[in-house]
């Protein structure tokens, strides 16, 4: 009986398992997004279903171009650590806080429109939820949360639940080949500007598809049982596959909503929830709906683990060595038998929460806000790498650097134009000097930039090689 566990741990662990499970997981992220990215485009565009794949095709023509960028990141931090890392080599260890702070406001998002779009799918299959729209969101905060405190679920599950909406997306798409057209929803031959304008007014909403796609670049700090080159490897081939999938599904879901006629969702239902209805049989669309929700809230519970772990590695604690590091309040870093850092969890439910019910739990008022802070994260690894570039005479990556930090800077200046958004900057940014307040009253210890990477090598315990 031994043998035979051994054998499957020795299956689970070889490196195809390793990468196929770190990979799904990692992307549970960017692939959730698609539930609501698709129909903020279109909601942008008046509903004008022409232009809804030109934006969206934009989208992962930029989301490739930071994916790009990263690869750099992977190779230079195989460690684990990303732009906060990037940012602390570049401009000194102060200067890590900007993505920090980032940090903090996508995790407190991703958790609040996870949970929201979740309640969506489920008032998508079950209209009579609709009245109780907040408080399902809520209380799915509150679940999700509270099964955080048991434990992390472990880079398996969320594999298991991207390959899952993957895998029914793939039949509602086969299925949708051959259905009729038919006019659901709300549509608009009139975007409200001329075509062009109308895509670069309508595509920064959608780049919440964009968000996670930096994931890998801190994650793999996780692969404690592999070696520097294996881990860029993973990381390198990870960025590449989420590309590969995100982009497919999403372009996918797009031309397939401006074929069938499936325009912006009555109030009780959504976008990619209507096109698998008028696609597919009841019973797959009952699947996806119930795998779409899975993953949404796949995504928000990897944000209550990545969040509180975050917190935790800056809170106050002893090294091995007895010296005395961090900046937070020590009971930030306190955890419980399972684990988990129990008072770092129950900030995060608290800040989704607020988050949630100020939005009414509604996940297209949320996706406005959503893409603005990881942008800002974006554009100051994509300048670090720039200088790296510039320093070290690679002209080429220099390039491409300055254009992915261009082309992001675009991107986070016209959602800013809207308004509103500008308050996940100001959230990131008041983030950040509160913690560099806190760094300095601590006397500036070093090494504050890879506080990102220590998070996610606390995620989970490496495996036996």
Request: hydrophobic content about 55%; overall charge neutral.
């Amino acid at each position: 009986m031994s043998g035979q566990t051994s054998a499957v741990r020795g299956r689970l662990h070889s490196r195809p398992a390793l990468l196929l499970a770190f990979a799904f997981a990692v992307m549970a992220d960017p692939v959730s997004s698609v539930a609501y990215a698709i129909e903020a485009a279109l909601r942008a565009l008046n509903g004008d279903l022409a232009l809804l794949a030109p934006t969206m095709a934009l989208v992962v023509a930029i989301i490739a171009l930071v994916i790009l960028n990263y690869r750099q990141l992977v190779s230079r931090y195989p460690h684990g650590g990303g732009a906060s890392a990037a940012v602390g080599e570049a401009f000194g260890d102060g200067w890590s806080f900007l993505p920090i702070g980032a940090l903090v406001v996508d995790f407190v998002l991703t958790i609040a429109i996870s949970v929201s779009a979740g309640a969506s799918a489920a008032i998508a299959y079950f209209p009579a939820l609709a009245p109780w729209r907040l408080l399902l969101a809520l209380a799915l905060v509150v679940v999700v949360g509270g099964l955080t405190w048991f434990g992390h679920l472990g880079r398996l599950v969320f594999a298991a639940m991207t390959v899952a909406f993957i895998a029914v997306s793939a039949v509602v798409l086969g299925y949708g080949l051959f259905a009729q057209p038919q006019a659901v929803g709300t549509t608009s031959p009139d975007p409200g500007h001329a075509p062009v304008l109308a895509v670069v007014l309508a595509f920064p909403v959608a780049m919440a598809l964009a968000t996670g796609v930096e994931a890998p670049s801190s994650a793999i700090a996780q692969l404690g049982q592999l070696d520097d080159p294996q881990r860029s490897r993973f990381g390198t081939l990870t960025l590449w596959l989420t590309l590969a999938i995100v982009g497919t599904i999403t372009l996918g879901l797009a031309l397939e909503a401006a074929h069938l006629g499936v325009g912006i969702p009555p109030e009780e239902s959504t976008q990619i929830a209507e096109l698998a209805r008028l696609a597919a049989p009841r019973p797959v669309f009952a699947a996806f709906q119930l795998v779409t929700a899975l993953l949404l809230l796949s995504a928000a519970s990897s944000s209550f683990q990545a969040g509180p772990g975050l917190l935790k590695a800056l809170a106050r604690h002893h090294t091995a060595q007895g010296h005395k590091v961090g900046i937070l309040p020590g009971g930030l870093g306190r955890t419980n038998a399972h684990h988990t850092p129990y008072w770092g969890l129950v900030v995060f439910v608290l800040l989704a929460g607020a988050v949630t019910a100020a939005a009414g739990g509604n996940d297209q008022e949320l996706v406005l806000f959503y893409a603005v802070s990881v942008f800002l994260s974006f554009l100051a690894g994509l300048v670090s790498m720039a200088l790296f570039s510039h320093r070290d005479g690679r002209r080429g990556y220099f390039v491409l650097n300055v254009v992915g930090a261009v082309v992001v800077a675009f991107t986070l200046v016209a959602n800013l134009a809207r308004g509103l958004p500008v308050i996940s900057l100001a959230a990131a940014a008041l983030i950040g000097a509160l913690l560099y307040a806190a760094w300095a009253r601590a006397g500036k210890p070093r090494g504050i930039r890879n506080a990102a990477a220590e998070a996610e090598a606390d995620e989970e315990t490496p495996a036996a090689p």
